[in-house]
């Protein structure tokens, strides 16, 4: 099983900066991608960007440009740098892994927690 706790939330101004990192730990073959999300009150989660195994990533529109999303395996983290963050961009971040026990098991996904991101003037 894979436990994720993000960090690195928090305010900001427009305009601004932050990066969130998600530490994981726990037994696993292979991680086949970790994802950030983010929800907004009582909305759906919507996927922000997911990075595969082999480093193949994917943005969502509004983060394209903005955002990166890179994993560290040696450090066993995952971060989201947000550049230029607007007031839209205020929700609550979560982190995601879709992962492996057993070379061709089933795959589970695990979540964090999630963490508040405030970006207002």
């Known amino acids: 099983q894979v436990q994720l706790v993000e960090s690195g939330g928090g305010s900001v101004q427009p305009g601004g900066a932050m990066r969130l990192t998600c530490d994981f730990s726990?037994?696993?073959?292979?991680?086949?991608?970790m994802a950030w999300y983010r929800q907004v009150a009582e909305s759906e989660r919507d996927l922000v960007a997911e990075?595969?195994?082999?480093?193949?990533?994917n943005y969502q529109d509004f983060a394209m440009g903005r955002f990166t999303i890179s994993r560290d395996s040696a450090k066993n983290a995952l971060y989201l740098q947000m550049n230029n963050l607007k007031p839209e961009d205020t929700a609550v971040y979560s982190c995601?892994?879709?992962?492996?026990?057993?070379?061709?098991?089933?795959?589970?996904?695990?979540w964090g927690q999630g963490v508040q991101v405030t970006v207002g003037s």
């Open positions: 995601n892994a879709v992962y492996r026990t057993h070379r061709y098991g089933d795959t589970f996904r695990s």
């Open positions: 726990g037994n696993w073959f292979a991680i086949d991608s």
């Open positions: 990075i595969t195994d082999d480093e193949h990533t």
